[in-house]
């Protein structure tokens, strides 16, 4: 998988950030095709950070240094 490192968002990119940032705000429902869209648009980041890195596990061993 190449990347780039200027990579130029999805044309709808722009608008469901502003639907999701109104949402936010309001606390206006968002619509389904925008809550899919940003969905898929998540997994698929969180898939690519999955394979570049492998899975990292911080979350146990910084629990048990705050406990100690």
């Given at each position: 998988?190449?990347?780039?490192?200027?990579?130029?968002?999805?044309?709808?990119?722009?608008?469901?950030?502003?639907?999701?940032?109104?949402?936010?705000?309001?606390g206006a429902p968002l619509?389904?095709?925008?809550?899919?869209?940003?969905h898929e648009r998540a997994l698929r980041i969180r898939e690519g950070i999955r394979r570049k890195h492998g899975l990292v596990d911080i979350a146990v061993?910084?629990?048990r240094e705050f406990r100690g």
């Open positions: 998988m190449q990347t780039q490192k200027n990579p130029v968002p999805p044309r709808d990119f722009a608008a469901d950030e502003e639907a999701v940032t109104d949402s936010f705000l309001t619509s389904q095709e925008v809550a899919r869209r940003v061993p910084a629990v």
